[in-house]
């Protein structure tokens, strides 16, 4: 069975691909658990300096996929056999080694709110940055409630969450969700050079300027309250509509659900 997410490890890098081109990157349980305890691991491992987040094929990720979602929506999954997407979200919020994010074009969902929990982001020039919680009925996850106003402000996250704007690679950098914006050719190596720059740094120093700028007792606090409501949301009769819509390839039509 091909791996839906490669690890490697060289010159105290841990780098993490998200290897599920075909469904656009789009993550599963066993993904998400990948990821997270890979970051988990590596807050105690002295050989890792840095972790790296990349990812093949033509986009970043699709975000959650869409089937497991569907699955708890018509009972197929009990939502408390569901491990989703906490695997990666808790690790991420709890995070002590630094992150590096290289974003090749499409981020939906929590493939944008994890970025927030990186400590640097490059994205390419066809990078997009989407989080359609509300659009599939669902709610900001990953503490984003808390993280993305605080990053851009309440208007322009509430433009994102609620009525699903984009944000391209240009206002991703100006707004600062991410460092730079570089070309699609350079991401990796630039990426990689982020993140050789910071596992060339002391590490002890690094790790406590990392812990100082997080607020991971208050984030994990969020994810929780956050969870509630989306375990709700996922088995409301909108959601139901709009994993239909996507299956059927069509526009919801929320009027009928409810
Ligand atoms: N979950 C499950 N499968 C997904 C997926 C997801 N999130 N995103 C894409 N796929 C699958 C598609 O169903 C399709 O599978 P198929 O070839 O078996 O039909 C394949 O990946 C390619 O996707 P496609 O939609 O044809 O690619 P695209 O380049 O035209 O569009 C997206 C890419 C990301 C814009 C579009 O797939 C999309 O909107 N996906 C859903 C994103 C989403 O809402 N994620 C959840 C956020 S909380």
Known sequence: MTEHVLVEKSGGVLTLTLNRPEKKNALTGEMY???????????????????????????????????????????????????????????????????????????????????????QVLVDENALLTTPFVNLALVPEAASSITLPARIGHARAFSMFVLGEAVDAKKAEAWGIANAVVPAGELRARARAVAEAIASKPPAAVAITKALMRESARYLARIEEEGGHF??????????????AFREKRAPDFSKAG
């Open 231 to 244: 375990g709700n949301q996922l088995k409301s009769p909108e959601a139901k509509e709009a994993f239909a």
């Open 33 to 119: 658990a990948k990821v997270g305890d890979s970051i988990t691991a590596a807050n105690d491992d002295p050989s890792i300096r840095c972790v790296l987040i990349q990812a093949n094929g033509d986009m970043f990720t699709s975000g959650n996929d869409l089937a497991s979602f569907a699955a708890v929506n018509s009972g197929e999954t009990p939502a408390g056999d569901r491990r989703g997407g906490s695997a990666l979200i808790l690790a991420l919020a709890a995070a002590k080694v630094p992150i590096v994010a290289a974003v090749n074009g499409r981020a939906v969902g929590v493939g944008t709110t994890m970025l927030l929990h990186c400590d």
